[in-house]
């Protein structure tokens, strides 16, 4: 792995991508599904032919082997996963580059980062993997700073102890998904929190951008699963306690969790664990109407039955990844332990499922290979394919992208077509043209689901940029006007501020504007992320 470079111009390495006939299949579907058409045949930017601003920082000679310039890293380091980030790499947009890319070592080296930072008066970017798909870590930070340092934290990617009485694992924060799975293997445990980013994002980027993982009920965030923290600030280390629970005030490690980077870099926590699954089962059944789908949804996660996989996904989305026709909504239901069987709680999901019209799309009694058949096999494929579909998308001139929520069920049916229309109606008037808007479920809890909208359309390739801002403006004020949360797993980054800024109380932004001030007093850290 280490000798794979990634991408600057879309999803994972270089030798990773959409083969010649699943792109061709791609846009087949665009073209004769939805009447999204290719404006032009583009392609990124060669490395040699972007225009890179000279670094305005010179690292002094005490950062030797932890500080580069090397052209690579500054354009890898300059944008993250969102759609306006690869509209603007596909313009070979890199004026904002960060100056210097940084890999500490240690706290130490991070502290004199900060010190560095502050009296050149340079911006510091922490930087996980670079997988943010809301401009969590690009480095556009504006006119008033001297310089921007990206703090890339892949060396700092250790399990450095494994608590196997209490099943919890110190993990360094630059620890990527599979690296600390890998050391966690031997024990027999694992974290099993699985976003779709797994590969390319790291535990401390979970932490601070409050992820969602694998787990669609019960484990569904990164919140669950965190037992401490340590974060370094530029004025000193904040270090929570290791605990199963506390009901001793205010929560230091979750005033951290979500922070984005704003405040200080988590350099390591500890993590609950579980036991390595043994026993799995997967189920699919097929639903003509998709709010039967959503009551039937509703009825699993009520009953208190807890599966690792409880998601809906509509006809359209289906149909936009090859994985149905359009005429069905397709749920996946899928259990695992690491103790014992899990047939009786299948049963019983199964149950709810054929009580609210559904029908079986992949029977799991026997089938250890459900997972792979059918549209539920189609599905999964598709979801790990989709990440590679924008790099093949945006030099076309086609918009394709994604927004995610959450709300209660009660007010669930009228704020799902409250957000459907007004999405469905801003692509239509930017474009021209119907496009698609589709809705799946990310995440359910008894007491609503995690709605998770996606929209696909032809755009002009000279207006794209301004386009997708004036959809997602349209959706997001819909999503906060509508009582919904701006985002439910995606992290606020700068994509999302401004709305962040509408949801959250206006004396508690005062309040996290007053600690970013506490704690960050030269306001180096992440500009223009979570508190300004």
Known sequence: MADRKLKYWGWGYEDSGLDADQTKTLLETFAEVFGIN????????????????????????KFYGVCTSDTHDRVVHAFGQSQPDSIRIFRGDFAHAPDIIAYPESSEDIQEIYDW????????????????????????????????????M??????????????????????????????????????????????????????ATRSGGHFATLYTH???????????????????????????GPSPDR???GSEGALGIITEGWARLQGRPTFKATAGFRFADFFDAARAVRAVSQAGLFPANLRIVDGVELQVNGAGDGSFTLMVVSFESANHPVDTWMALAEECCLDHGGTIDVEWRDNPEAHLQGAVGAWRTAFIRMPYNREQLTPRGILSDTFETAITWDRFEEFYNAIKEATATALREVTGKEGAVSCRFSHVYPDGPAPYFAFHGQANPDAMLEQWQTIKDVASDALIANGGTITHHHAVGRDHQKWYEQQRPGLFGDVLADAKKRLDPANILNPGVIAR
């Not at 290719?38 to 000679?61: H, K, Q, S, V």
């Not at 993997?129 to 703090?151: E, L, M, P, Q, R």
């Not at 965190?226 to 605990?243: C, K, N, Q």
């Open 38 to 61: 290719p404006a032009n045949d583009g392609a990124f930017p060669a490395l040699d032919a972007i225009d890179l601003p000279a670094a305005r920082l010179e690292a002094p000679a």
């Open 117 to 152: 930072a502050g009296d050149k008066g340079a911006a510091v970017i922490p930087w996980g993997a670079g997988s943010s798909v809301v401009g969590g870590v690009t480095s556009d930070v504006g006119s008033g700073y001297n310089g921007v340092i990206s703090v890339d």
């Open 154 to 207: 892949g060396r700092m990617n250790k399990v450095l102890e494994v608590d196997e009485v209490s099943r919890a694992a110190r993990i360094q924060g630059g620890a990527r998904g599979p690296e600390l799975e890998a050391q966690l293997k031997p024990h027999g445990l694992t974290l099993r929190h699985f976003p779709q980013s797994f590969e390319h994002s790291t535990f401390g980027g979970w932490v």
């Open 222 to 248: 990164i919140d669950d699963l965190v037992e401490s923290t340590t974060t370094v600030t530029p004025v000193g280390d904040i270090v929570s306690r290791r605990l199963p629970g506390s009901g001793a």
């Open 255 to 257: 005033f951290m969790i």
